[in-house]
């Protein structure tokens, strides 16, 4: 297993404005998961790119994944309030468990 | 009708004391997992547990074993409770490791006194 790192750590955006977190990992992956945790709550799964992919949507959601450089970008465009969560990076290989780095804390102020 | 259900949610207890958190799935998934988050918010993968293989995490300490009586439940037990343990416990289930998603229990907040 290997751990994404989520950049930035914190982000703190007006509602309305896009929001944009990084994650970037060091070897090859089969595939790579975002989850959110609301304060206090469990991780939800986002989306899942495998790695022959290169972008994803879901909603206001917009994944892209660049295996060159060993990178993945989550946007989520028109913030809301209820947005405001932390976010997580799962770069996925192998018959492994899913392992976590420590998210981006984003705050949407309204 | 709740996918990964942990009990407790809360847990107090004294240092020294045995406890355990209790997972159940309704997803019909065969691998499940306890991961820990700190007060840091970083999630540690603790244990996995896939059709009876049991893959720890060589970091965690022997005090904590899962138990698995079915397919359906992973039970964490943890003895001689140190202040360090405090933490969120998540148990999750997924269908296998390969290429699919996780679904997490809401959490067991474990404060030792």
């Known amino acids: 297993s290997q751990q994404g790192e989520e950049d930035p750590q914190a982000l703190s955006i007006q509602e309305g404005e896009n929001a944009t977190m990084n994650c970037s990992y060091k070897?090859?992956?089969?595939?790579l998961q975002w989850y959110r945790q609301n304060s206090g709550r469990g991780l939800v799964h986002l989306i899942l790119?495998?790695?022959?992919?290169r972008e994803k949507h879901s909603g206001r959601l917009r994944v892209t994944l660049d295996t060159s450089k060993k990178s993945s970008s989550l946007l989520i465009t028109a913030s809301r309030a209820a947005d405001t969560a932390s976010y997580f990076c799962?770069?996925?290989?192998?018959?492994?468990?899913?392992?976590f780095g420590k998210g981006t804390r984003l705050s949407v102020i309204a | 009708d709740t996918a990964v259900s942990q009990t407790p949610k809360y847990l107090v207890t004294q240092m020294g004391n045995d406890k355990s958190i209790k997972c159940e799935q309704n997803?019909?998934?065969?691998?499940m997992y306890w991961y820990k988050q700190d007060s840091k918010k970083f999630l540690k993968i603790m244990f996995s547990?896939?059709?009876?293989?049991?893959?720890i995490n060589e970091t965690v300490p022997n005090r904590f074993s899962p138990k698995s009586p079915d397919k359906a439940h992973l039970n964490l037990h943890i003895n001689s409770l140190e202040l360090g343990d405090s933490a969120v416990y998540f148990c999750?289930?997924?269908?296998?490791?390969?290429?699919?998603?996780?679904?997490f229990g809401q959490g067991t907040r474990l404060t030792v006194v």
């Open positions: 997803l019909g998934h065969d691998t």
């Open positions: 070897t090859s992956i089969n595939n």
């Open positions: 799962a770069p996925h290989s192998g018959n492994t468990p899913l392992v």
């Open positions: 547990y896939n059709n009876k293989e049991l893959i």
């Open positions: 999750a289930s997924s269908r296998g490791h390969m290429n699919t998603e996780a679904f």
């Open positions: 790119i495998r790695s022959n992919e």
